[in-house]
């Protein structure tokens, strides 16, 4: 049966990570890079703790629960940009992704993310749906 849209609905607002986009994989993966560099092994529980929050949240807490003397802003740089460089291995949620195509051009759509812009953007053209959105409302 699939999903479905309620038939009075008027638009579709889609959250990203984890909605549109199986990046809880890649997430993992550069917070293990983060954390190979910074000398620390990342709990996952982190992760499970704070989805949802923004980055520079996760860089706070990383540095609180670590002892690091790091700056979480340059932890947020090195996290962001290796999210960029992993972005050919986000996997899109297939069935999100296929009501998005099966209503483009019948309802307005947006995401709603607690993503940069730039990460949203990346996301979105990674897995070739940025075109089917009328807005894009990011945490930045």
């Not at 759509?109 to 990346?122: D, I, N, P, Y």
């Amino acid at each position: 049966m699939g999903l479905q849209v309620h038939p009075e609905a008027r638009a579709l607002i889609f959250d990203l990570d984890g909605t549109l986009s199986n990046s809880l994989p890649v997430h993992m993966n550069t917070w293990n890079k983060v954390g190979e560099i910074y000398g620390f092994k990342f709990d996952p529980q982190i992760m499970f703790e704070m989805t949802g929050r923004a980055t520079i949240e996760f860089a706070r807490r990383v540095v609180e629960q670590y002892g690091l003397s790091a700056d979480p802003e340059e932890i947020v740089k090195l996290k962001q940009q290796s999210f960029w460089d992993s972005a050919g291995l986000l996997e899109p949620v297939e069935e999100i992704v296929a009501l998005v195509k099966e209503y483009s051009g019948k309802l307005p759509m947006a995401v709603g993310t607690g993503a940069s812009r730039k990460s949203a953007e990346v996301q979105l053209e990674e897995l070739g749906i940025s075109d089917y959105f009328d807005a894009i409302v990011t945490a930045d």
